[in-house]
Every structure is written in C-alpha cells, then in structure tokens.
C-alpha cells in the first residue's frame, strides 16, 4: 500500500516560543539539584566504524532513565505553591510518565499519568512504582489530550504535556547546551548532532541548546520509518502527518504529527530529518550492549542507528549522538541483543 502524507491546516493555538541562552542556563541551574550531568562517551569501534570522531550522550543513565526529566523537572520546580497543591496530570507512552512520576514524588507532588494500554510493561509499573495514578487508555476510541483536559478541570492539576510545552522544551535545551559544553572541555568543536525525535520536544529544544553554543553545527532528527511526521514536514515545508500504517519497536517515538510548538523551532533548526528501521535499531541496541556496554530501548537508540547505518554523510567531522533513554522491558530486550 502506497503511503499516503496527510496535510494539515497551518493554523495553531501557540504563541511562538524559543527558550533564549539565558532561559536554559536558568534551566540549567534550576533542574541541578535533581537531574544527573550524564556522560559523555568515546568508541573507538564506533570512530572507525564511521570514520568519524562521535560522542555518546549516554541520557539513558539519567535518572528515570531518560531525558524526559529535564523537562519534567524546569516545569515541576516552576509550579506555584497553589498548584503543587492540585497536582499535575501528564499522558505519556511511558518515559514522559516515568519521569514526571519521578518528579512528583520527589517533590511531593500528586500526579495522574495516562498511558495507552499497549504501553511497555517495565514503563506502566515503574509509574505506579513512583506513585502515580496509572489511567490506562484505548488509543483507538480515547483521545489521550481530552481525558487529560477532563482530569485537569475535575481535580484542578496543571498539564504537563509530553513536548508541546515551553518549559518543557526549555528543559529539554539543556541537554542539548550540556552536550555542546562538554564537547567545548575536550577542546574540540560540533560538527553534527543527532537526535531521537516523536513529538520533537527533545529535537526542538536539544537545537536550540546546542546552537546557542555552537550555531554553526547541523543538526537532525531521526525517526523510526513510517513514523516520519518531523522528516516529511521539514521536507514539505509545513506541518504534516505521516499515514503510519505498521507498527514499530520503537514504542517511545510514535507520534506521527510533529507539535505544533515544537515544529516551528525544529524548522529553523534542524538541518533535515532522518529515518531508521526497526532492523538497523536492533543493529544499534546490539551495538551499544556489545560496545557501550550501555542497556537502551529502541526510541533510545535511533541516533545510534542513523549513523551505523550510514543515513547521513559524518565521515571527518566531530559528531554527537543521544542514546535518549534506556527503559525497555527485559524480555523484549534480551529478544533483540540475541537477535541474529
């Protein structure tokens, strides 16, 4: 079947946003206390393999396993006293959750994760484990936004959307800054960085991160194939859907639209968007547990995947990847690294 790219109006309810340098250094210090400052990691398999010189963020070993916690904390620690009182009510396929879970209880603060019921298993149970409420919805007769909306004005909870959110985007610009700053110590200067990308709130605001820092450097998303929302709208120009019609193992990275706040960042940003299938993200988890010595689930390692399989051009140049997060349930995970 011919895949088909749905158009869709370029009409939005965002006010244009880009945190400044200034924003996420504030972030940056704000989310200190609570967020890890994760490594920044060398290969010399994966500089010959690619005959180039490339950096691994390793974010899966931040704390709830994935970058979601910088976004999850700059706008948790920004909530006034009234509303920590109310709560906070998120949806998520599972890392956005597991962080804002992870935040809520450090801080005190009650919190309701809608989850569709398809998601990952170690994800569902490490957000109850945190003690939130776990809403379990069905994707094809509930809307995730309109079950959120309702809990918001029956209990009062602020929203906390997984990407389409200033603070959030914000928080998630510091990884990006982190990456550029740590690349800047060993006295080197980014060339390329790539990163996963769903909604594009890690996309968006790791660009935004990095180019306060370093504005010359290139920078893509990379998505799994047939989940190609951010590529096909940066290609076209304009905001579109991809007409996904299979499945994917990278359960973290299926949205199709990109956000309607995030878009407009990646597209001043990003220098293209790439895609990855789910054999070379096997490749790439194998890759990482054999090489890195590093557990990463399937969103987590598309970057990985885009370079080992040679999806853009990085021979000579200096490059930074982001192994964006490492939840993934063990039996699944052991059927991918035994693969053949």
Not at 135 to 156: C, F, N, P
Not at 170 to 179: C, D, M, R, V
Not at 225 to 241: F, I, K, N
Not at 265 to 294: M, N
Request: aromatic share 6%.
């Amino acid at each position: 079947m011919k895949r088909q790219e749905i158009i869709l109006p370029q009409t939005t309810s965002f006010a244009p946003f880009e945190p400044t340098l200034e924003e996420i250094k504030d972030a940056q210090k704000r989310i200190a206390r609570h967020a890890v400052r994760t490594p920044l990691l060398e290969s010399d398999e994966l500089n010959r393999h690619t005959k180039a010189r490339v950096f691994v963020k390793a974010e899966n070993l931040q704390r709830a396993g994935s970058f979601k916690l910088r976004g999850a904390l700059n706008r948790a620690l920004q909530l006034s006293a009234d509303e920590r009182q109310q709560g906070v009510v998120a949806w998520s396929s599972g890392n956005h959750g597991l962080a804002i879970s992870y935040v809520a209880r450090t801080l005190g603060i009650r919190a309701t994760v809608l989850m569709p019921q398809e998601a990952p298993k170690t994800k569902i149970d490490g957000v109850r484990a945190n003690g939130a409420v776990v809403r379990l919805y069905d994707k094809s007769r509930e809307v995730r936004e309109e079950l959120g909306a309702q809990i918001a004005a029956e209990t009062g909870a602020v929203i906390v959307p997984p990407y389409d959110d200033p603070f959030v985007i914000t928080g998630q610009a510091t990884l990006g800054a982190e990456i550029a700053e740590q690349v800047s110590d060993v006295r080197t200067e980014l060339d390329v960085a790539f990163f996963p990308c769903s909604g594009g709130g890690l996309a968006a605001g790791a660009s935004c991160g990095i180019h306060a820092i370093n504005p010359g450097a290139a920078i893509y998303s990379v998505e799994p194939e047939q989940y190609d929302g951010m590529a096909t709208s940066l290609a076209a120009g304009e905001r579109r859907t991809a007409s996904s019609n299979v499945g994917s193992i990278c359960d973290a990275l299926l949205v199709p639209t990109p956000g309607e706040l995030t878009y407009p960042i990646c597209k001043k940003h990003l220098t293209g968007g790439l895609c990855v299938s789910d054999a070379e993200v096997i490749a790439a988890i194998q890759f990482a547990y054999r090489e890195l010595k590093l557990i990463v689930e399937p969103g987590g390692a598309v970057a990985l995947a885009a370079i080992l399989a040679g999806r853009a051009n990085v021979v000579g140049k200096t490059v930074a990847i982001a192994l964006s997060g490492g939840n993934v349930d063990a039996e699944k995970y052991a059927s991918y690294i035994l693969q053949t």
